[in-house]
Structure formats: structure tokens, C-alpha cells
């Protein structure tokens, strides 16, 4: 029995779900990748046993294929996601009339406990930064990558939403700032006055490297474009290196600490969350665990019937 590539028709079903997730939803490139590949491995497995129409996949022939993939290697957590993404494909195909039923509605994955972000103690975050303040004066490049650092940890913003900044999302003399989030959700978060003052060292030089298309982006690239994710991610990784950081540092680790400093300092988890974007409290919860992590450290080390004999 031969085995064709994935059917034109399940492809083409994909396809316009993936064009329906980035110009309806608006959801991000990362997002838009994920859901592409929990899709593109159900179609192979579809093709190898011969379905060329979603219609016809039933929820005990998914079980089926779950199975064979956790057998495969496949962790719990990619295969919680596929599932999610197979869910939200279906309910597209079902407003769309395409099929009559959403055979991935009922299906689980095994459990996963969810790893603690990793973070930075403040004096590590003040280490990397305070450390290229002595370049940053007279380097253009540094000092648009200690704007970066600056906003990062001062605002706690994702990669994608600072990617995206413009000039005119400052407002109140740089001490706000306009960011949007995910799926198109806007919030306003606060600026310390060392990020203020990074940022605005950057746009004294930022007009070396404007060109008639850069438009108001606040960051830029050598060539007069919108800095790109990979691009920060790639110069954050050398400012770690070049400070000395034990641990290899990117931009989520920046936000994590930024989260996690102001809880434990504050408290205050509904702030957090809306300083973080989140929509949904639980996300912002494991936060906590961290904060109870340190707390657990101090107490184990200052408690009388705590202390390990030596």
C-alpha cells in the first residue's frame, strides 16, 4: 500500500486555520509555529494510515496515535499541546461546516508538574546591567541593548511586545509606557528611572541608524530596521557572557525576575498580574511558589530548630 504526502485537503484545511489564527486573531509568529507543527504531525500520521479527510479521524484513533507518540518520546507536555491545538482546529472546522463533531474535546494527556521559572536574584540582575554602563556612554549599539536589559527587567515585558515598541508608546516623560500584549490586549506599565534614563541615553544616538523606512520603531538594528526577536536574544546572551553570568540568560528570565522581585517585595499578586499581561490569576501563581522557595531558604537558615547540625 503506498503512502502519499499529507492530501492537498487536509493541508488546505490547515493552511486556511493557520491564516484565520494570524490575520483574525492575531496571534504570534511562536504561536502561529506551534500550532503548525501539532498539525503537520497529526496529517503525516493521517497519510501513513491512509485518512485524507479530518471528518473521518475518530477520538479513539487519536488516543490511538497519542499512544504511539508518547511511546515515541514525545513528553506529556507536547502532547498536552497538540491536543489543545487539535481542539482548536476542530472547532474552526466545525464553524466552518466542515465536519459534524470534535473528536479531541474529551481527550487528556498524563499529567505534568510545571517547572518553576528560572530567575536572576536582584544582585545577579544588578551585576548584568550596571555592568556595561561604563560602554554605554560612547557605543551606540550598547547603548541600545542596555535600553533593552533596562526595559526588560524595569517593565517585565515580554520579547515580542518590546520588539514592537514605538517611540510614541512612552508617555508622562518616559515614566509610561503603552505596550500590547497578547492577542491584541493592551495594558500600561510603569518605567523605572534607570530604564528612563537607558532609553532615552538610546535616542540621543538612534538617529545614526534611522533610514527613510524605520519608521518609529524605539529599537533598531545596524541597518535602520525594527530590531528582530533573534536579534536581542543573541545580544542579551553575549551582555550575560560578557558579565560573567553563571547561568545563560534570555529575555523570559529578565521578565521572570521582574515578576518575582516585585512579588516578593510587594506581595501583591493581582498587580503582578496586571503589570505581567496575564489574563488568567493561575498564570501569575507560580510565581508564588518561587517567593515560598526563598522564604523556605530563610526560614532554614535563621529558624532555631530549623538549622541542620553542622
Known sequence: MSHSSPD????????????YLRYEKQHSPHTLSAYQGDLTRVMQQATVSDIQDWEVISEKQLKYWLGLWH???LSSRSLQRLISSLRRFYQYLLAQGAVANNPAQLLRAPKTGRPLPVTLDADQVNNLLD???GQADSDPLKSRDLAILELFYSSGLRLAELTALNIENFSDGFSQLRVLGKRSKERIVPVGSKARQAVQRWLSFRELFVKNDSGSALF???????ISTRQIQNRIKEFAREAGMP???HPHMLRHSFASHILESSGDLRSVQELLGHSDISTTQIYTHLDFQHLAAVYDKAHPRAKKKK
Do not use: M, P
Open 8 to 19: 492537498s485537503g487536509l493541508q488546505q484545511s490547515v493552511a486556511a486555520f493557520i491564516d
Open 131 to 133: 555592568d556595561q554602563y
Open 220 to 226: 533598531l538594528s545596524k541597518l535602520g530596521q525594527r
Open 247 to 249: 547561568v545563560g540568560v
Open 71 to 73: 511511546e515515541d518520546g
